[in-house]
């Protein structure tokens, strides 16, 4: 689950890492008392005005500027919110913004040298074990900084045993060419950033930048955290942080059906139990010369409901050409998906697509028998082979 910035801000500073102050308004009006209780609290006289989407490259966007007065406060958060941000990470479309994070200016002039740094912590799925992922080229793309200049980026893998260990921290700082006050607040900073990562069961915690100051303190001066939803049971607080409004409005409707649902850009919606299967029915569409509308995932509780939303749901996508639905029948029942798409097809009314159905397993001849003899437009595949030649028919 992604969450917005000053919501992973809040989060690191349970856990004592060192974020700059900010309030969050969703009215303009409210922009300059914002900004003069940070002045009062920090002493701060210029403040940054940052939209809060979930995406990034928003200054790229027009989404970041910095204010030197309260007029430029309320006058820069009264652009951008409401407006539709487009960054390199949205598309075309944008997002509306609606709301601002009104924030003290951390970049203030000094004794030392201001540096913008970069810090993650995220799963090394190949060997199973956390890793910090850290480099002195902050406040850029990380993915251009691996390719252009890979020497740049270090890796630190953790014990899962022992945790991050003082040793380790002290590396990062090293590495990162700290010295000094700025190094000891830096292994203060990893330590705080690697429990944050654990107890919160995130999937992701990202600092971009990284902020050490000109007074040698270090902030997150941008945060990216994404938590794990399987975890949420957990964390009660954390699920009430989710913005339906940031999510897309179909991936939001299948949530309301435990339906495992993820929109793409394709041409041929697919309906499928088990995320391997899935994966393959995605390859079959793209061999046969179409594209994924979608992943779904039906999972293995699948009743005739279930289907016939997530039939729906595809349904809602203008740009689906062709429905491929491919069930296994192992713990589901496919009379039962059989069924639903039966009786998604009567209520919805006229289906203008055509749909494939391949069902194995469980209950397949009873559940063939019922879409023979519905009487709808329905193509029936026994093979991966007989579904890819009538999706390369349909599309």
């Known amino acids: 689950m992604n969450i917005h910035e000053y919501q992973a801000k809040a989060i690191l500073s349970r856990f004592g890492v060192a974020v700059p102050a900010g309030i969050v308004i969703d009215d303009a009006q409210k922009a300059q008392d914002a900004a003069r209780e940070l002045q009062e609290k920090t002493g701060t006289n210029s403040w940054v005005v940052k939209a809060q989407i979930h995406a990034g490259g928003r200054g790229k966007g027009g989404g970041v500027k910095l204010a030197r007065n309260l007029d430029e406060v309320k006058t820069k958060a009264e652009n951008i919110l409401g407006m539709q941000l487009v960054t390199p990470q949205t598309g075309a479309a944008g997002k509306k913004v609606h709301k601002v994070l009104i924030q003290q200016d951390i970049y203030y002039p000094g004794a030392s040298e201001i540096r913008e740094l970069y810090v993650s912590v995220l799963l090394n799925r190949a060997t199973g074990r956390n890793i910090i992922m850290y480099s002195t080229e902050g406040g850029m793309d990380i993915e251009a900084v691996a390719e252009k200049t890979p020497h740049l980026i270090y890796k630190e893998e953790i014990d899962p045993s022992v945790g991050i260990q003082p040793f380790q921290a002290r590396k990062i700082a090293f590495n990162l060419g700290l010295e000094g006050k700025a190094f000891k607040e830096m292994t203060r900073f990893v330590t705080a950033l690697y429990k944050a990562y654990i107890e919160s069961d995130a999937s992701l915690f990202e600092i971009n930048p990284l902020l050490k100051t000109s007074d ?64 393959a029915t995605m390859d079959i569409i793209k061999l046969s010369g179409g594209e994924p509308a979608n992943f779904l995932d039906v999972g293995g509780t699948a009743n005739a409901q279930t289907v016939e939303a997530g039939f729906r749901i595809i349904l809602k996508d203008p740009s689906v050409k ?15 998906v059989a069924q639903g798409v039966v009786d998604a097809y009567k209520s919805i009314g006229t289906v203008h697509v055509p749909v494939i159905v391949r069902l194995q397993g469980t209950n397949a001849v009873e559940a063939k028998n019922l879409i023979d003899q519905s009487g709808l437009k329905v193509f029936s595949a026994v093979s991966l082979q007989d579904a890819a030649d009538l999706v390369r028919k349909s599309v």
């Open 216 to 279: 040698d303190l270090i902030f997150a001066a941008d945060a990216k955290v994404n938590l794990d939803d399987n975890a949420l049971f957990r964390h009660l607080d954390y699920a009430e942080l989710r913005d339906v409004n940031e999510e897309d409005p179909s991936e939001t409707e299948a949530s309301e059906f435990n339906l495992n649902f993820i929109k793409l850009n394709g041409n041929v919606g697919c309906m499928v139990n088990g995320a391997g299967l899935a994966m």
């Open 322 to 336: 062709a429905i491929l639905i491919n069930i296994f029948g192992g713990i589901v029942r496919c009379d039962r």
